[in-house]
């Protein structure tokens, strides 16, 4: 054979083998039939159709809205007069607390001014503690007796006393010192006022009186319990809204002392002083920290020459710098003021910071000389820059010279010798800060932010039953209107009344919002007050607080404004419109809908507040009115089966007692009556409940009819048809006993997301409403806990009109089991074309996987039923790559700057996990610590003990949870795409897969050929991922300042001052027991 023959033949054989191999792959990728799996899908599809359409009555609601179609006036909704007006309506409510504060100032000032003090006076009053307590005997103790207290539901059922008020004097305090007595005496004038108040405005809760003196005035009156070591932590002098309303914003360096003398105990008690100092500082204050000794340390050096804002992230961020800070070396005390007026004076200038008071914290043991020639150069003759020194140490010999630095520069001296003494001397330069605005008289109206204060005895009590309370304070100061003492400015203390959040959301009619949209409200400094997707709590064993909760940034929850155009113009207070595209994350951030907001917004007069409201463009922006009689409307809506929303206000019934216990359908009907002059309600929101409970009356009787039929439902597969409307009405059928139900918690209360809340619709309703017109939304419910994978919702809109913006009138479902929804799935994958009834393939085989997954990619169905539920990238990695990269699916990235994440932490240095096996013989020895403590002291042994401990307690490790930043995905799929075929290439095979929508449905059927494993493709999860940041980063993060409203009013100080009050050295000799409460204090940390 030539040379030419023999080539032609191999390549012959060449091209046989290579077509045989083709002919071979070939064949196994088509070995899964696409008209198969689309039989499939078909069979399927039509019957969850068929059933979810017949039980939930969909096609008859939406016939019965047919009807009323051209009887129906349909409007866009004008969202920047829909704004306003909930502006003002806010406006009047904030206005009306504001007046009730007003009303107990004017009544406390002129108490006291009738009031003259008396030393020896003796005065029993309701110790808030003592009330109802009794001797071994069966007597009153001293300061307690016999004190009424009834359950109440408007203060959440709590035993209060509506006719009086009751003190709570703080641990440290004695209960009889006569500056107290006094100012008890002669503040019980504000009980009428307190009664007065509440009768005027029955939506009041918490009134009070904070003394400058310590003790607390609160109505109604309740009991106060201490906790397990007998001590009640609360001093109200230490509150936001005293310290805001007693004060002028500020600017602040602390200097801190780290000269080798300041070792041991006077280091420990140089900490927590700062510590303290900066609890006094707020959100619309600014401070830095520099510690020196012979140079100077600024205790974050990233923040050099510049000052932050006090808000919780910032002051917590530097308290853990606090404990980097070592004593060595000397005191260069001079360089350091000449850097902290250089830095107030440079700060300043550039019109940040808070543009009011400026003031020097000193923390040291002592000063050699007055340096007089700094503050000259600087400070002189204007003074505008406070001085408050704190002598740490029992020693005394350089008190005159830091002394004569207060009195020079109108500050106050402070001595402190233990840590018990930190507090109650810290507080003292608050005082002096409020002078000015005592004597020019300004009665400044201040709000807080909203913040959760758990150490108040009604919230202890609530968060055991519902979880902390979210709130805002109203507050103002009250002030010493007695002539001859003007110059003083004495503060007396501050009034305030809490606002609920809640109460708020109450002001907000979610119906005219629509499906999607909401209202929020941020504060001058851009941090929110209310907005649905605040999270200030995090779940393990109970609610409890995060960190920062109290100053969540707009732009961490609107974070598509990349430019903060809408945080900006609401905190400079304007009005106008906003829009842009966001991703909307639902069902515990684990499904996102993308939609395109309008944002309206505009300022609440009276208040720092700005208010905002989101429209979703499309149906939400649509609101339509319909029309019934008032007759035809009461007789359907007082059926057995209709709710109407419990965090809606309808009828205001906390107006007036008489109200507080009607239901919402009583207090309309009532309404409807006209013999209820004082009952008020939202008229046009009643008016369409009315029409809503007509057009959805004919389906109690529907869904009756199928109850009764016994062929029907006889697996009792379906459990539960649901209905709900645009306000807030829903109806229910049970098609089992209670008892029979596979998930008891749906459409209760339990069940946060699938009922209509105060801020969102239920989740069944949002997703249904963004679902192709006429189709249905199945989902496994995630919200309530895993025992729920064990049922399937379907949820349908029902759409007034045909044409695109039609509003969304309602939306329909049914719950059914799991398994009865599965075996449907089965039953239909086991069809096939074949006339003789032998199928070619079916999900039975072990060459194929079967999956039912969502839009959202996770699996309702699956041969392996532990991957129910669970996101379908991480049972098929390889095959959702190739979806994501075929665009059946898309990838959206969101970004949550709310979240907590678990981090390894060294043991906190006090040595407790050391001390915990010796708490039992405490007792045993606490007579040795009595005699011992003194020595300790003097001899400086703390030092030596403290950093023992601390040297081994270092050595253990503990995770605990810190607020972070993270990054997580979802997905979505493309609506477009009915039906798709691939193939994978993997490292020695292809594998290959179908997907098919199921008609009718957010559902898809993926089929996918087991016999390739493809194990080079890893899972794909949903699992966030921490942003890290670099130092750098960090470092910009921190000095980063956004955009913010001074407050309105400042009063730094006042030529008539007297600044000659500026302090006195404390005693110098100490109890040996509160030396050693001191010591045990700062060992046995609780």
Not at 319 to 343: N, Q
Request: proline share 4%; charged share 25%; with cysteine.
């Amino acid at each position: 054979m030539s040379p030419r023959k023999a080539c032609s033949a191999l390549f012959v054989l060449l091209w046989v083998a290579l077509g045989t191999a083709v002919v071979d792959v070939v064949q196994s990728h088509q070995g899964i039939p696409p008209s198969v799996v689309k039989l499939w899908a078909s069979a399927f599809g039509g019957e969850m159709k068929s059933i979810s359409a017949k039980y939930s009555g969909s096609q008859v609601l939406q016939k019965k809205y047919k009807e009323f179609e051209h009887s129906v006036r349909v409007e866009e909704i004008d969202g920047l007069k829909l704004v306003k007006r909930l502006a003002e309506d806010m406006e009047e409510m904030f206005h009306k607390k504001a007046e009730a504060m007003k009303r107990l100032v004017e009544a406390a000032e002129e108490a006291h001014l009738q009031h003259e003090e008396d030393p020896e006076l003796q005065y029993e009053y309701f110790n808030a503690v003592l009330i109802n307590e009794v001797d071994e005997e069966g007597n009153n103790v001293e300061l307690g007796g016999e004190f009424i207290l009834q359950p109440n539901d408007h203060f959440n059922n709590l035993s209060v006393n509506l006719s009086l008020s009751v003190v709570q004097v703080p641990t440290n305090m004695y209960n009889k010192d006569s500056a107290i007595v006094n100012g008890v005496y002669w503040s019980e004038a504000l009980n009428r006022v307190f009664v007065d108040n509440f009768e005027r405005d029955p939506s009041l809760i918490w009134q009070y009186f904070g003394s400058a003196k310590g003790f607390f005035r609160q109505y109604p009156g309740i009991k106060w319990t201490p906790d397990e070591h007998g001590v009640i932590a609360f001093d109200c002098r230490n509150r936001k809204w005293y310290i805001q309303a007693a004060t002028s914003p500020k600017d602040v360096v602390i200097l801190v002392d780290v000269s080798g003398s300041m070792k041991g105990l006077r280091l420990t008690i140089a900490r927590q002083t700062v510590s303290s100092i900066l609890d006094t500082l707020g959100d619309d204050d600014f401070f830095n920290i520099i510690a020196y000794n012979e140079e100077l340390h600024y205790v974050e050096p990233c923040l050099n020459e510049t000052l932050v804002q006090a808000d919780l992230t910032n002051k917590d961020h530097f308290r853990e710098h606090l404990d980097k800070l070592f004593a060595k070396g000397i005191g260069m005390l001079d360089v350091a003021l000449t850097e902290a007026f250089e830095l107030l004076s440079n700060f300043n200038q550039t019109g940040r910071g808070s543009g009011c008071s400026q003031a020097i914290m000193l923390v040291t043991d002592g000063a050699v000389e007055t340096y007089d020639d700094v503050f000259a150069k600087y400070n002189w003759p204007e003074r505008k820059v406070r001085i408050f020194p704190y002598l740490i140490g029992r020693e005394s010999a350089f008190a005159d010279n830091l002394k004569w630095m207060a009195c020079a520069n109108k500050g106050y001296f402070t001595q402190i010798s233990t840590l018990a003494d930190v507090q109650e001397n810290v507080m003292e330069y608050l005082h002096v800060l409020s002078r000015p605005k005592v004597i020019d008289q300004e009665h400044d109206i201040v709000w807080t932010e909203a913040y959760i204060d758990s150490t108040l005895p009604q919230a202890q009590k609530l968060e055991d039953n519902q979880g902390p309370v979210l709130m805002t304070t109203v507050a103002m100061p009250v002030f010493s209107t007695k002539n001859e003492t003007r110059n003083r400015g004495i503060l007396l203390g501050v009034v305030g009344t809490d606002v609920p959040v809640s109460e708020l959301l109450k002001t907000i009619p979610k119906w005219k919002l629509g499906i999607h949209g909401y209202a929020f409200a941020i504060t001058n400094n851009g941090y929110i007050l209310t907005h649905p997707d605040l999270r200030p709590l995090y779940e393990e064993g109970k609610k409890r607080r995060k960190p920062n909760y109290s100053s969540v940034d707009l732009s961490e929850v609107e974070w598509e404004d990349k430019e903060d155009v809408l945080r900006n113009a609401m905190v400079n207070r304007k009005t106008g419109t906003f829009s842009i595209e966001v991703k909307k994350t639902v069902d515990k951030g684990k499904r996102v809908l993308v939609l395109q907001n309008d944002y309206y917004y505009t300022d609440i007069k009276g208040t720092p507040f700005s208010l905002g409201v989101a429209l979703s463009r499309g149906h939400g922006k649509y609101f339509f009115s319909g029309s019934v009689t008032e007759e035809e409307g009461l007789h359907d809506l007082e059926h057995p089966d209709v709710a109407l929303a419990d965090e809606w206000t309808y009828c205001n019934t906390d107006e007036h007692p008489e109200h507080h216990y009607l239901s919402q359908i009583e207090a309309i009907k009532l309404y409807l009556s006209g013999t209820e002059p004082f009952l008020k309600c939202e008229r046009e929101l009643v008016q369409e409940v009315l029409f809503d409970a007509v057009v959805t009356a004919p389906l109690e009787a529907y869904w009756t009819s199928l109850v009764l039929n016994k062929s029907e439902n006889s697996d009792k597969g379906v459990e539960i048809a649901y209905l709900g409307t645009r306000t807030g009405l829903s109806r229910i059928n049970l098609f089992v006993v209670p008892d029979q139900l596979t998930n008891k918690d749906f459409l209760t209360a339990e069940d946060k997301e699938g009922v209509f809340n105060a801020d969102h619709f239920p989740l069944w309703y949002k997703r249904a409403a963004e679902a192709v017109p006429g189709t249905f939304v199945y989902s496994l419910p995630f919200s309530t806990g895993s025992e729920n994978k064990s049922v399937v919702l379907a949820s349908t809109a029902i759409q007034l009109l045909d044409e695109r913006k039609s509003p969304v009138a309602a939306a329909v479902g049914i719950q059914m089991k799991l398994e009865f929804f599965q075996r449907k799935f089965w039953t239909a994958s086991r069809q096939c074309t074949t006339l003789d009834g032998k199928c070619s393939i079916s999900c039975d085989d072990d060459d194929i996987n079967c999956y039912l997954i969502d839009n959202n990619g996770f699996i309702l169905v699956a041969e392996d039923f532990s991957l129910t539920g669970v996101f379908f990238g991480e049972a098929e990695g390889a095959v959702m790559t190739k979806l994501l990269s075929m665009g059946s699916f898309k990838r959206v990235t969101l970004y949550d700057y709310q979240a907590i994440c678990r981090v390894y932490v060294e043991s906190s240095s006090s040595a407790h996990s050391l001390l915990d096996p010796y708490f039992s013989v405490v007792a045993a020895v606490r007579w040795l610590l009595t005699e011992l403590v003194i020595l300790l002291l003097e001899f400086n042994f703390f030092s030596w003990w403290h950093f023992d401990l601390s040297a081994k307690a270092q050595r253990a490790s503990r995770t605990t949870l810190v607020p972070c930043d993270t990054e997580y995905p979802a997905f979505i799929s493309e609506r477009t795409i009915k039906e798709t075929t691939g193939n994978i290439d993997c490292d020695d095979c292809i594998k290959s897969f179908i997907i098919q929508q199921i008609p009718s449905s957010n559902l898809f059927m993926v089929v996918v050929d087991n016999k390739c494993d493809c194990k080079e493709y890893g899972p794909i999860t949903m699992d966030p991922i921490e942003m890290m940041y670099n130092e750098s980063l960090k470092c910009e993060r921190l000095k980063q300042q956004k955009d913010r409203r001074r407050p309105d009013t400042c009063h730094p100080y006042h030529p008539e001052e007297n600044s000659m009050e500026c302090g006195a050295a404390t005693g110098l000799s100490a109890s040996h027991t509160a030396t050693l409460l001191t010591l045990l204090l700062h060992l046995f940390p609780r």
